[in-house]
């Protein structure tokens, strides 16, 4: 009588892996359909799948992924890969830092130049004192075409801020009511004081009518952007050197020195963000910073797909 293997699983747990296998593939089956049938945007998926190694976005080969992207298919995946540098056995979920950024830059530019919204969406975010306000005033005053998104906030207004154009300053109680009501699209408590949000009908009434809209909010905001709507394009904004955000940040003199401290506390934090973002620009210079941000938010039909270094 022949032995019993005993490294051979028992009947019924190869039963239950089998099945597991199955609904595995079903799983993955109905997310690629999902991107091939425009139910779900790309960038969507491939977030989950970075956020979730394990999970069915996490396991989808980065070949299926592509190859379900509508305009991609099957025969333009091989030559993808090969630009991006990434093995043709990898899993979303498995991809190093590099290959994330490179595969996420990639994914919005092919969307933005298909018609989705990358061009026109375009969130610029950074560590305090970096001059954020300072090249989106540029934009403003220098490129017209350009919509500014205005945002709300709670804390009281700084000399030569006016109300409606830089920000909506609200207080606790209407904040509250609109985070309730729905009508912000991102909203954070930033350097643990006042609450700033986004309005979400004038950026959707802009998108909705062709004109390119741009975010100006912290690293919190930008993450709830990227939630919210995957295909926006992040910029982040970088201080030329750690000595001149300090110098800059003092230099205002709009906060208390415990404020500052707790503000370059936060910004040590903010700078680790970087690699989430899609594109970074030093702000040497304000012009130069401002046109490199308009920059990105040109169309960009026919522009050549170099991977990011």
């Known amino acids: 009588m022949a032995e019993p293997n005993r490294n051979r699983p028992p009947e019924v747990d190869r039963v239950a892996a089998s099945r597991a296998a199955v609904a595995a593939r079903r799983a993955r089956a109905e997310v690629k359909a999902d991107i091939a049938e425009s139910r779900r945007s790309p960038l969507d998926v491939l977030r989950a799948g970075l956020e979730e190694p394990e999970g069915v976005e996490g396991r989808l080969r980065v070949t299926e992924f592509l190859g379900s992207i509508p305009a991609i298919g099957r025969t333009k995946t091989e030559r993808i890969m090969a630009e991006l540098d990434i093995s043709p056995s990898k899993r979303i979920g498995g991809l190093g830092r590099i290959q994330r950024q490179r595969l996420r830059r990639f994914t919005a530019d092919w969307i933005a130049a298909h018609g989705g919204i990358g061009d026109r969406l375009v969130v610029l975010a950074g560590p305090t004192a970096v001059g954020k306000g300072t090249v989106a005033a540029y934009i403003r005053h220098h490129h017209p075409e350009v919509r500014l998104s205005v945002s709300a906030t709670t804390r009281a207004p700084r000399p030569g801020e006016i109300e409606g154009e830089h920000y909506y300053f609200v207080d606790d109680a209407e904040f509250d009511r609109m985070i309730e009501a729905g009508e912000l699209l991102e909203w954070a408590i930033v350097h643990n004081t006042h609450r700033y949000g986004t309005p979400r009908r004038p950026v959707e009434q802009a998108i909705a009518a062709g004109d390119s809209v741009l975010l100006e909010i912290d690293i919190q905001g930008a993450r709830s952007v990227r939630r919210a709507m ?39 934090v903010e700078l680790a963000a970087v690699d989430e973002f899609d594109h970074r620009v030093v702000n040497h210079d304000v012009g130069e910073a401002a046109e490199k941000v308009v920059e990105l938010m040109r169309p960009r039909r026919g522009r050549p797909r170099r991977p990011a270094p």
Do not use: N, S
């Not at 000595?243 to 401290?261: F, N, Y």
């Open 230 to 268: 995957p295909e926006a394009t992040l910029v982040f904004l970088l201080p030329p050197t750690w000595d001149e955000l300090v110098r800059r940040l003092v230099g205002r003199g709009t906060e208390t020195p415990a404020e500052q401290q707790r503000r370059l506390e936060t910004a040590k």
